[in-house]
């Protein structure tokens, strides 16, 4: 399946994240970041928002956003865009690990709540404590 990402956070998180992701996969022309700065409107970011999606809905089969934090101006951004694009999906909880595996699996998997759910697990997955007790053996 063809889509693509929208990524929108607080400041430059999404951007920089997108930047991160780039280094390690090389430019991806079906993900676009956007953040919310000190001092911009929300309505500013939301109107950016829709034109990104209606870009996305012309050349893509369908765009899952991902944002930062759930109950933030940007996660509030995206759910007003339900009510035209009522299949949207979004994804709270921003992370480099959940963006790769978006991105990896996007075109072989066709179940998109499956892929996200997956990517999920790969982030949840990577969230590992690391101090003294880590690097012993348990028998």
């Known amino acids: 399946m ?12 999404g951007t920089e994240t997108v930047k991160s992701m780039e280094l390690l996969m090389g430019p991806q022309e079906n993900v676009t970041a956007l953040g919310l700065h000190p001092g911009e409107s929300v309505d500013s970011l939301r109107d950016q928002a829709y034109e990104v999606l209606a870009k996305n809905e012309d050349q893509y089969e369908e765009t899952i956003v991902l944002v930062d934090l759930l109950g933030g101006s940007p996660s509030n951004v ?14 709270t909880g921003l992370s480099l690990p959940l963006l790769i595996n978006l991105l990896n699996f996007s075109e072989a998997e066709a179940d998109t709540e ?23 053996h348990k028998s």
Do not use: C, P
């Open 114 to 136: 499956k892929l996200i759910n997956d990517s999920i697990d790969v982030a949840k997955d990577g969230m590992k404590l690391i101090d003294k007790n880590f690097l012993q």
């Open 78 to 91: 995206s759910l007003s865009t339900l009510a035209k694009y009522r299949e949207l999906k979004i994804v």
């Open 2 to 13: 063809k889509r693509a990402f929208l990524v929108i956070t607080h400041g430059d998180m």
